[in-house]
């Protein structure tokens, strides 16, 4: 692909749109209240089997924290604060991953593992070198006030290496050539999302790896939520250094943080993740102070976006919907 200067989409911005940006998220901050995200820790499962790993005979143990004793790299983690303090945290489907080898001048590979993918979890081997493009996704919520998650997808023009390491899959070998990066609030076992108590430490935060597969099934085969996707304007080194970067995070923070309703959810990690790698102009670093206030709804941050050179005010990096995009084709 052709990347975007974004140098000089950045300078082309005069002061009337920075006051149109700025009076945009004035204008929708007053309802910008973040609701209940299903999908996102809403449907705790209760003490089971994993998936496919009943073919492993494999269920809950209260003892280990863990559904999968033979997986060496299942969490096993209880909370560290809060109010469940030494409780179980739910990691049947949501782990922050485990850096086994980053990039370096001998190799363009990330090696990761905990990637869900198929109802269980995989090594990748990711060429970095190849990423073809990097889109910000939003899924919508059918709701009375607007509701959303946000997650990043990241599309490879070479496969992702994908071999199992849950007990069910541990010789199977498989490609895929999308990822997803996404931050969902983990449960302890047996509960569920609530608004309320997602500011008072009673959920786990995961920066979860996730194969675009497995998010499709869930957005969007059994919830069909509609999802939109932006292209972002991002440098190549930006692209590789944003995916080295969030799995490092992942892998560091682990379970230890708490997912809060406000300052720490979806979109706030995910904007995070931008701040973190992308190279800011004087300019863009004033215009994203002004509309911080758009950093923590999912359904307004396309504002936050904007003002960071990420995003164009024409929509003209806009791509397909996720479930119309012929670039994932879904049988």
């Given at each position: 692909m052709t990347h975007t200067n974004r140098q000089e989409h950045r300078l082309s911005l005069s002061a009337a749109i920075v006051g149109a940006i700025v009076g945009a998220a004035l204008a929708v901050t007053g309802c910008a209240v973040p609701l209940e995200e299903p999908g996102i820790g809403a449907e705790a499962p209760a003490a089971g089997p994993l998936g496919k790993a009943d073919s492993a005979g494999s269920s809950f143990d209260p003892e280990l924290c863990a559904y999968d004793p033979a997986d060496p790299y299942e969490p096993r983690a209880r909370f560290e604060l809060g109010p469940w303090t030494g409780e179980c945290l739910d990691t049947q489907i949501r782990r922050p991953v485990e850096v086994l080898a980053s990039p370096d001048q001998s190799s363009n590979s990330l090696e990761l593992a905990n990637v869900f993918h198929d109802d269980g979890y995989w090594f990748a081997s990711i060429p970095t070198d190849a990423i073809k493009n990097v889109y910000f996704q939003l899924e919508y919520f059918p709701a009375i006030v607007p509701a959303g998650h946000t997650q990043i997808r990241i599309e490879f023009s070479e496969p992702v290496i994908l071999s199992g390491h849950s007990s069910w899959n541990l010789e199977d070998e498989q490609e895929v050539y999308n990822l997803v990066l996404s931050a969902e609030a983990v449960p302890r076992i047996g509960d569920n999302y609530d608004l309320f108590r997602g500011v008072r430490d009673h959920f786990g935060l995961a920066l979860r790896v996730t194969s675009l597969a497995a998010r499709y099934d869930s957005m969007i085969v059994e919830q069909d939520h509609h999802v939109e996707q932006w292209r972002l304007m991002l440098t190549e080194e930006e692209e590789v250094d944003l995916l080295t970067f969030y799995a490092e995070q992942s892998d560091e923070l682990?379970?230890?943080?708490?997912?809060?309703?406000?300052?720490?959810?979806?979109?706030?990690?995910?904007?995070?993740?931008?701040?973190?790698v992308v190279h800011y102009t004087a300019g863009e670093q004033i215009r994203r102070f002004l509309v911080r206030a758009t950093e923590f709804y999912p359904n307004i941050v396309r504002t936050a976006l904007i003002a960071r050179g990420l995003l164009p005010l024409n929509q003209s990096t806009d791509w397909y919907a996720l479930e119309e995009d012929p670039s994932f084709p879904r049988q």
């Open positions: 682990g379970l230890g943080s708490t997912y809060h309703t406000i300052s720490r959810n979806c979109t706030t990690e995910m904007v995070r993740s931008l701040d973190g």
